[in-house]
């Protein structure tokens, strides 16, 4: 399994990229790019997956610990860890037998920035 390299971008770079979607409509490339995070996150293993990784002591998780919450098999759960990858919402790495997975805080800093609602506006 190879690592993926992604841009690690800070909070105010998110948000430059990510407007609020009441400020400015997206772009095209910027709409393809958030819509395969959220088509990653709308199936229901993946988003616990998500969870499961993020909320892990130290921030990573390794996928043996990753596969007994689920009903499902282990290819099945590499699959998903597969698409979460693709997406460019975890960061993984293999040590030794095993891969291990953390969540990409500019992946989560961009889907935030683009969802967050307007401060002082009535709406």
């Given at each position: 399994?190879?690592?993926?390299?992604?841009?690690?971008?800070?909070?105010?770079?998110?948000?430059a990229?990510?407007?609020?979607?009441?400020?400015?409509?997206?772009?095209?490339?910027?709409?393809?790019?958030?819509?395969?995070?959220?088509?990653?996150?709308?199936?229901?293993?993946?988003?616990?997956?998500?969870?499961?990784?993020?909320?892990?002591?130290?921030?990573?998780?390794?996928?043996?610990?990753?596969t007994?919450?689920?009903?499902?098999?282990?290819?099945?759960?590499?699959?998903?860890?597969?698409?979460?990858?693709?997406?460019?919402?975890?960061?993984?790495?293999?040590?030794?037998?095993?891969?291990?997975?953390?969540?990409?805080?500019?992946?989560?800093?961009?889907?935030?920035?683009?969802?967050?609602?307007?401060?002082?506006?009535?709406?």
């Amino acid at each position: 399994m190879s690592n993926l390299e992604h841009e690690v971008l800070d909070r105010d770079d998110a948000a430059a990229c990510c407007s609020p979607m009441v400020h400015e409509p997206l772009g095209e490339d910027a709409a393809a790019d958030l819509a395969k995070m959220f088509k990653a996150l709308s199936d229901p293993v993946r988003l616990r997956l998500l969870s499961l990784i993020a909320s892990h002591e130290g921030g990573e998780a390794c996928v043996c610990d990753l596969t007994g919450p689920f009903d499902v098999s282990q290819p099945t759960i590499s699959h998903h860890l597969k698409v979460l990858r693709e997406a460019g919402l975890v960061g993984s790495e293999r040590r030794g037998t095993w891969v291990y997975y953390w969540v990409l805080p500019a992946a989560l800093a961009k889907l935030s920035a683009l969802l967050q609602a307007p401060t002082g506006e009535s709406g």
